[in-house]
């Protein structure tokens, strides 16, 4: 059974101040296995993002059908949609998003605390320092992210993303403010994670050779996929 199932989701959004209604994806059908990486890649615009708020279930689509795990998402709940979040989606955004006054650490385990099991938080811990360790940042476990590079930052997100061992990692352009070596860096990471992990990754670039290292590159034109 697939992870991951869009059947013909289309989304509009209404102008600000206007009657005229944008559609941004069109009929978009999609089939994500577990363990699978695919790439999303067109030009600005073209819905990539808002494909991947819907598969984050940050938003919903006017029409089509999306199933997560065997769960069809329509018709959840607010509670429901952020439990799902928390137990079964990672997200790793362009910027990192950290919270300054928290250390290294902390910020990995911030996720852990919408877990409604202690069972589950219990080892979190353990967890943290682990994946922080197989991302080179055992020293920095006390650090503000004032205190790291651009690059560590990334890496920090990069293991608050997987901390719940979620079954699905979105990916939006998470190495667009980072330089070429970085870049390349945090994406030969995020690769051997996915691996490692089994983890489902759907990742948002306009890089062609960071969209190549992925199983499968979908390219979405005027809200279509070609």
């Known amino acids: 059974m697939s992870l991951v199932t869009l059947s013909?989701?289309?989304?509009?959004?209404?102008?600000?101040?206007?009657?005229?209604?944008?559609?941004?994806?069109?009929?978009?059908?999609l089939s994500i296995e577990a363990g699978e990486s695919v790439a999303i890649?067109?030009?600005?615009?073209?819905?990539?993002?808002?494909?991947?708020?819907i598969l984050g279930t940050l938003d919903s689509a006017d029409?089509?059908?999306?199933?997560?795990?065997?769960?069809?998402?329509?018709?959840?709940?607010?509670?429901?949609l952020a439990a799902i979040r928390s137990e079964k989606i990672g997200f790793i955004f362009q910027l990192h998003h950290l919270m300054p006054q928290c250390s290294v650490l902390e910020n990995v385990l911030l996720p852990t605390l919408a877990l409604k099991a202690d069972s589950s938080r219990g080892d979190a811990k353990q967890r943290a320092e682990s994946l922080l360790a197989e991302v080179g940042l055992q020293d920095r476990l006390?650090?503000?992210?004032?205190?790291?590079?651009?690059?560590?930052?990334q890496?920090?997100?990069?293991?608050?993303?997987l901390i719940n061992s979620p079954k699905l990692i979105l990916a939006d352009e998470p190495t667009g403010a980072l330089d070429e070596k970085n870049?390349?860096?945090?994406?030969?990471?995020?690769?051997?994670?996915?691996?490692?992990?089994?983890?489902?990754?759907?990742?948002?670039?306009?890089?062609?050779l960071q969209a190549a290292r992925m199983d499968r590159v979908m390219k979405i034109h005027e809200g279509r996929f070609v």
């Open 41 to 53: 890649v067109g030009p600005s615009g073209c819905g990539k993002s808002t494909l991947l708020n």
């Open 183 to 208: 870049a390349e860096s945090l994406t030969s990471l995020l690769v051997d994670l996915q691996k490692k992990t089994g983890v489902s990754l759907v990742l948002v670039t306009h890089h062609p």
């Open 8 to 29: 013909q989701i289309s989304k509009s959004y209404r102008e600000p101040g206007s009657d005229l209604v944008v559609p941004v994806l069109r009929d978009i059908s």
């Open 142 to 153: 006390m650090w503000k992210p004032s205190q790291l590079s651009g690059g560590e930052r």
């Open 63 to 80: 029409s089509g059908r999306y199933e997560l795990d065997g769960e069809v998402i329509a018709g959840c709940s607010t509670e429901r």
């Open 155 to 161: 890496r920090v997100a990069v293991v608050r993303a």
